[in-house]
């Protein structure tokens, strides 16, 4: 952890309106940032559930002329991207309105920054670009990536077979609509597995080389709330109190990653998602224990913080434990990843930029010996 007087940024994050129903709350947050239009970005599964379309019927019945986009999936790509922005510089000024997981929330920051820059690639490098995206509001459904919090998304880049940075300040959610009722319907693996990610983001942020007070503070508030109601949310989806509380934790996971950066448990996860297209949160799972074990002597203070909030003086075994409990962690094998892999993932994973905040450098070497050991 950074203390005070090395100094530091902190830039502001989203406006945050948080409660059960808090989704009808949508058109007036459309109306409030000036447009008469909004965009709304979601995923087919998610349409299916009812819940997209509730939101809709909302906004159309306030007056406002509203289009849905609903061809983003899992582990979203460069061109469900591109085909989105498309999409949306035909419909025209608006507010994009993002509905759904982590997936929906990165791929909108892309369509909102590509629609403004016509002829544009979702691979293009626009962090620095002088023309502003659209605005969004986000919507998360699922309690785990706090995508909501940040102007970055992570897309798969098909081609070249790895995950892409993409975004600009501009799109960074204005908005974000925490509303628990909207993850109820989630089913139990994927709560485990997505409110899992919020758990990596809270302790990778609590051990980050950019770690400062402010990300400590809620990095150590969401392992807490995590910690505590991951398992009954799990175990019982319809518990409202847990959704709230995991929803709560979630997002300030997403503060703290957002204000810190995260670590070599991404770095690796991200690279499995890439090869084998599993979940982000089951990837996580599938090395976070021995990352954390191969990390402990250069994240004692760290890992002491996280195993405060966890109730337990021993986070990597706390951390274990929870995996067990909500069923989430499968070795690499049972993931598709065949042992001619490693190498491959070892090297992506050292040039991730995420691993770069990791409490300990690794080597290739040393990611191999971690791959070998979760396989
Ligand atoms: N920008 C960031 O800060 C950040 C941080 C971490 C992860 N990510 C990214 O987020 C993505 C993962 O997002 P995720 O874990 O939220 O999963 P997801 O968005 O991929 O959703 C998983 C599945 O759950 C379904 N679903 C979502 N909400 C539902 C609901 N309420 N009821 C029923 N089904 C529902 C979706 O249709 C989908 O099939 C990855 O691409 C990852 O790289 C981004
Ligand atoms: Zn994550």
Redesign the pocket.
């Known amino acids: 952890m950074a203390g005070p007087v090395n100094g530091f940024t902190v830039e502001a994050t989203c406006a945050l309106e948080f409660g059960p129903g808090a989704v009808a709350r949508v058109p007036a947050l459309v109306d409030g940032l000036g447009r008469a239009a909004a965009f709304v970005v979601t995923?087919a599964?998610?349409r299916a559930?009812g819940?997209v379309d509730r939101v809709v019927g909302d906004l159309t019945a306030a007056g406002l002329w509203t289009e849905v986009f609903d061809g983003i999936g899992?582990?979203?790509s460069t061109t469900a991207v591109e085909h989105g922005a498309t999409a949306l510089r035909a419909f025209g000024s608006c507010v994009v309105v993002a509905i759904?997981?982590?997936?929906?929330l990165?791929a909108a920051k892309g369509i909102a920054l590509l629609a403004t820059h016509h002829g544009a690639r979702a691979t293009d490098d626009l962090w620095s670009s002088p023309v502003a995206g659209l605005p969004l509001i986000a919507v998360p459904?699922?309690a785990?990536?706090?995508?909501e919090t940040?102007g970055?998304?992570?897309v798969e880049d098909t081609c070249a077979k790895r995950k892409v940075y993409l975004g600009h300040a501009s799109v960074r959610p204005r908005v974000a609509v925490l509303d628990p009722e909207?993850?109820v319907?989630?089913p139990p693996a994927?709560t485990a597995a997505?409110g899992f990610?919020a758990l990596v983001h809270g302790v990778e942020s609590l051990a980050s080389r950019g770690a400062n007070p402010v990300s400590d503070a809620a990095a150590a508030q969401a392992v807490a709330l995590v910690g505590r109601w991951l398992p009954v949310a799990v175990d019982d989806g319809t518990d409202l109190e847990a959704r709230a509380q995991l929803l709560l934790g979630a997002h300030l996971a997403?503060q703290a990653?957002t204000v810190s950066g995260l670590g070599l448990v991404h770095g690796i996860a991200h690279a499995v998602t890439a090869h084998t297209g599993t979940?982000?949160?089951v990837a996580l799972a599938s090395v976070n224990e021995q990352v954390m074990r191969w990390s402990a002597g250069a994240a004692a203070e760290a890992y002491a913080r996280a195993g405060a909030a966890l109730g337990t003086a021993d986070a990597v075994a706390g951390t274990a434990a929870l995996v067990e409990g909500i069923r989430v962690r499968r070795p690499l094998h049972e993931l598709g990843v065949d042992r001619g892999l490693l190498p491959v993932l070892a090297a992506a994973a050292v040039v991730d930029p995420v691993t770069a905040n990791a409490p300990r450098t690794p080597t290739e070497d040393d990611v191999r010996e971690i791959l070998d050991a979760a396989w």
């Open positions: 995923d599964g998610l559930t819940i899992p582990n979203p759904g997981g982590g997936s929906v990165d459904t699922t785990g990536t706090g995508a940040n970055f998304g992570v909207l993850t319907g989630l994927a997505t990610d997403g990653l979940p982000h949160g």
